[in-house]
């Protein structure tokens, strides 16, 4: 089994930075992709970025290109979530995801099904 672990959440003010970590551990993953989601109270779980293993490649929401950027680091198995200029409308509970060996089924990262493991959150609160 895989573990995930986020960490880097907190209370920051608009127009501050957090960023977020994501560990995972328990067996080697190999042509992962990671995801990030985050779910703010009274709404559904949405979709905020994802990073693949295998060549970096990075997706975002509408809502954060320009402000989030993925990065990775393979040989510890960990993504992360630099989040810049952030919003009020950015406090959520965000979750990390991953999907292992995502070449069987191709990318669907915005899908949350697609995703084999997840975290268990961490929160962000972002202060007006």
């Known amino acids: 089994q895989v573990q995930l672990v986020e960490s880097g959440g907190g209370l920051v003010q608009a127009g501050g930075s957090l960023r977020l970590s994501c560990a995972a551990s328990g067996r080697t993953l190999s042509n992962y992709a990671m995801g990030w989601f985050r779910q703010a109270p009274g709404k559904e779980r949405e979709f905020v970025s994802a990073i693949t293993s295998t060549s970096s490649t990075t997706f975002y929401a509408d809502s954060v290109k320009g402000r989030f950027t993925a990065s990775n680091d393979n040989a510890k198995q960990t993504v992360y979530l630099q989040m810049n200029s952030l919003k009020s409308e950015d406090t959520a509970v965000y979750y990390c995801?991953?999907?292992?060996?995502?070449?069987?089924?191709?990318?669907?990262?915005?899908?949350?099904?697609?995703?084999?493991?997840w975290g268990q959150g961490t929160q962000v609160t972002v202060s007006s």
């Open positions: 995801a991953a999907k292992d060996q995502f070449w069987r089924t191709g990318l669907k990262v915005t899908t949350e099904p697609w995703y084999d493991y």
